[in-house]
């Protein structure tokens, strides 16, 4: 991954710092994208000689997007995308309103796909790369929350679909399943057994740089759990 750039959305979150950081980690330079803020702006305040550049941008905006992806092709020719940016709402069928489905849908599904379709068209054009979205355990298996599950499971379906229409200009895509990561804001109501089986940030990090790597080229449309004993 020397020398590589690697955009990362959702940058500023707990899973997303840990993807930058494995990133930076080998040598890559890291677009970050995310929502304006003190996280995001402390990302390339932190980072020395600017391997870290980040632009603040509504995800969920497809007009948005494509303008903050105008401003990366001024920086870099990234060979990766990180969809990491998405949200969680709890709540079974009755707690279903339109104001719950629609923040689901935006934060987790819509958001990636126009991150993939800004990402995909460059990748093409440069004969290859890879993506790498984030699902959910809950998405495929067990009782789960409604609107967060459904919105991931749209998620784990555009990456086997991106799958198969990118494959022929080289681009993988795939998409990893974590369930309860161990964060701080998680840790705040998780037991301490589920605190002992909660996955760490950093450990998924890993998965997703790996699956960027020339060692993943032959695996695209896998959906890789990434959940441990959670």
Do not use: H
């Not at 709890?90 to 707690?95: A, C, F, H, R, V």
């Not at 997703?208 to 004993?229: E, H, K, R, T």
């Amino acid at each position: 991954m020397s020398n590589a750039a690697v955009v990362v959305t959702g940058a500023a979150g707990a899973l997303g710092r840990a993807v930058v950081a494995e990133f930076l980690g080998q040598g890559s330079v890291v677009i970050a994208l995310d929502r304006a803020s003190e996280q995001l702006d402390a990302l390339g305040q932190d980072a020395p000689d600017r391997v870290v550049i980040p632009f603040a941008v509504d995800l969920a905006d497809r007009a948005a997007v494509a303008a903050v992806w105008r401003r990366v092709d001024e920086v870099a020719e990234p060979s990766a995308m990180v969809a990491v940016a998405g949200g969680f709402v709890g709540g079974q069928l009755p707690d279903v309103e339109p104001g719950v489905l629609e923040t689901m849908l935006q934060s987790n599904f819509v958001a990636t796909l126009w991150s993939c379709q800004a990402a995909a068209s460059r990748l093409s054009a440069a004969g290859g790369g890879s993506i790498v979205t984030v699902g959910s355990k809950a998405a495929v298996s067990g009782a789960a929350s409604i609107a967060y599950a459904t919105s991931k499971a749209a998620v784990v379906r555009l990456t086997e679909l991106l799958a198969e229409e990118l494959r022929p200009a080289g681009v993988r895509v795939n998409t990893v399943l974590p369930s309860v990561i161990d964060t701080p804001a998680n840790r705040s109501w998780m037991s301490e057994d589920l605190v002992r089986r909660a996955v760490p940030t950093t450990a998924i990090a890993k998965v997703i740089a790996f699956l960027c790597s020339d060692d993943a080229w032959p695996i695209s449309g896998a959906a890789i759990p990434v959940y441990g004993q959670s």
